[in-house]
């Protein structure tokens, strides 16, 4: 059997991806709330959708617990995570110019899974959980900026030895939390959210993470033309007047505000900001505006596919960072041969 061949897309065809990513999103966001063990017609969701009499009292407050209180949260979260992470590694990669880039880079997702673990053999309510994954993803990141500034040489290579110093430093102390925590209460819950959840945050909370991921989203997508200068290299921007430091400080610190808002809500998921870049550039061409946008798009939607796959292929729900990765080692070698021609 010939190798399967992805090839990007023509400009012609570019012009129509946004839209078409858009259904592709509202598809998966139908998929989402309609599929599920629990049994549910779609004359029945449509009677409850209207406030038909047809439908008894118990079965409409049935189907309003199910759709409200428990999709429609998960469908929230698979949204603002894959849209963050995606939007993330965008950035990542257009700033340190690596195909290999992702929101990991800096050490934030080593400092947020510390940051949750230890939250979480304190005890506390969930919230105090994700405020320490939240808090200790910046602090690994701080770390990392701060070795960067204090040994001198090429600023780009410095800040990622500096976040894969910071990176181990975390995954270390993520060992010894890990090796303290209750084998039987606390590391369980350890290794869970370790792999991935859309279930910890209630449908009141969601505003509340709504506003600072679409508002960075937004930020990183007004420096998108700066981004695109960025990745032609140092020399390139600086004859272009831009200021590139301060512009790199900015869109890192925003990169990882989402990276670290993601691990905040749904704990660690990885591959999403690594290979949904690389599937948007092939689709949208490398202008970082329109990509921002659409590897956001694009990274939602693959979040709510792996999600309906954890939910409904076992009989028990199976952490959503497992398929994540499943559904993101195939894509990757599906790509591979496209992305390294277009890093070469």
Do not use: C
């Not at 017609?41 to 617990?65: E, N, T, V």
């Not at 405020?131 to 600023?155: E, K, N, S, T, W």
């Not at 110093?165 to 084998?183: I, R, W």
Request: aromatic share 8%; charged share 10%; net charge positive.
């Amino acid at each position: 059997m010939a190798p399967v061949r992805i090839t990007a897309l023509p400009e012609s065809a570019r012009r129509l991806t946004l839209p078409l990513l858009l259904l592709l999103l509202a598809a998966m966001a139908v998929l989402e709330m309609s599929w599920g063990h629990y049994p549910l017609s779609w004359l029945q969701f449509w009677q409850w959708l209207r406030g038909s009499p047809l439908l008894s009292p118990d079965k409409a407050m049935q189907i309003h617990l199910l759709m409200v209180e428990i999709r429609l949260p998960r469908l929230s979260v698979a949204i603002l995570v894959g849209a963050a992470l995606a939007a993330s590694g965008t950035v990542f990669q257009a700033v340190f110019r690596n195909p290999l880039a992702a929101p990991d880079i800096l050490g934030v997702m080593a400092g947020a899974a510390f940051g949750g673990a230890l939250g979480i053999i304190l005890g506390g309510p969930w919230w105090t959980i994700q405020m320490a994954a939240f808090v200790f993803g910046l602090i690994a990141v701080a770390m990392a900026y701060l070795i960067a500034r204090h040994f001198p040489g090429q600023p780009t290579l410095m800040l990622v030895i500096g976040g894969i110093l910071a990176g181990a430093l975390f995954t270390a102390l993520l060992s010894l939390v890990k090796y303290a925590a209750d084998p039987y209460q606390q590391l369980p819950s350890i290794v869970f959210w370790l792999m991935g959840s859309l279930s910890n945050v209630p449908l009141r909370q969601i505003p509340y993470f709504a506003l600072p991921v679409f508002a960075g989203i937004a930020l990183l997508m007004l420096q998108g033309h700066r981004l695109d200068a960025l990745s032609l290299g140092d020399e390139e921007a600086h004859s272009l007047g831009l200021p590139v430091r301060q512009i790199r400080l900015l869109v890192i610190v925003l990169a990882t505000l989402l990276a670290a808002m993601a691990v905040m809500m749904a704990g660690m998921i990885g591959w999403i900001g690594l290979i949904i870049p690389h599937l948007g550039r092939l689709m949208l061409g490398p202008g970082n505006r329109r990509l921002l946008l659409g590897s956001s798009i694009l990274g939602a939607a693959y979040l709510l596919l792996a999600d309906a796959l954890a939910r409904n292929l076992f009989s028990v729900d199976v952490p959503v960072g497992v398929f994540a990765e499943l559904l993101g080692v195939p894509a990757f070698l599906l790509v591979l041969r496209q992305i390294r021609k277009a890093w070469v």
